[in-house]
């Protein structure tokens, strides 16, 4: 009788503890999961604040694009999904504010005690990305059509650029402590943040254009 007691006991301790290793496992293989979409995001984060650094190519070479553009732009739309859409939603937010700050921190104090540095070494990375953007398409041979499109991308800057008038010619911050100078940042901030998701184009570049730059990097970096 004991011997017949005893396989059931033994076999039932065998199965405890086959779900428990396999539930450790399970819940091990979620935070590490988790953990790399934060470090993810993090490296997302950083191109928030260096121009140059386009969003939507980090995105791409993270291997993450079409998740994060299907999960923002469904979240409120497929609702059935939007446990799944949080899941990566999340890690990837908090990792973004995570480098968003801390390097929102490092490039305010950059830019006040080397202002000129700083820029050149900007400038060097917008230009940099030029190879890149290249070879977004295989075929990138100049027609009438792509000319005028590349016309019209060099307009929208230079008109972004003198938008404030003397004042914008001089590279002179607009601050957004007043009214329309928050207005004037929520409307660069917008086409900074589709920027952001669009590839070839760089969110933060846009602030630099609409000279909300650097209010916003010190804003952030002193939060």
Known sequence: MRGGLAL???????????????????????????????LKGMA???????????GAMMLILLGIYGR?????????IKRENWKQYLGFLVPVGVGMAIG??????????????????TQFFFMGLVVGTIPAVLRLHGDMRPTVGRIVALLAGIALVVAVRLVGGESGSQG?????????????????????????VTP??????????????????????NA
Not at 22 to 32: A, C, D, F, Q, S
Not at 44 to 54: A, C, D, E, K, N
Not at 68 to 76: C, K, P
Not at 100 to 117: D, Q, R, S
């Open 100 to 117: 968003t700050v801390v390097l929102a921190k490092l490039i305010t104090v950059l830019l006040e005690g080397f202002p000129a540095v």
């Open 44 to 54: 997302y984060g950083v191109t928030h604040v260096v121009p140059g650094l386009g």
């Open 8 to 38: 059931p006991v033994v076999y039932l301790a065998e199965l405890y503890y086959t779900l428990h290793a396999v539930t450790e496992n399970e819940l091990r293989g979620k935070m590490i999961k988790y953990l790399i979409l934060v």
């Open 68 to 76: 994060f553009v299907e999960s923002v732009g469904n979240l409120f």
């Open 172 to 196: 002179t911050p607009v601050a957004i402590t007043t009214i329309p100078g928050l207005i004037y940042n929520t409307v660069v901030s917008f086409f900074g943040g589709g920027a952001s």
């Open 200 to 221: 070839g184009l760089d969110g933060s570049y846009v602030l630099l254009l609409g000279r909300t730059y650097g209010p916003v990097m010190e804003a952030v970096g």
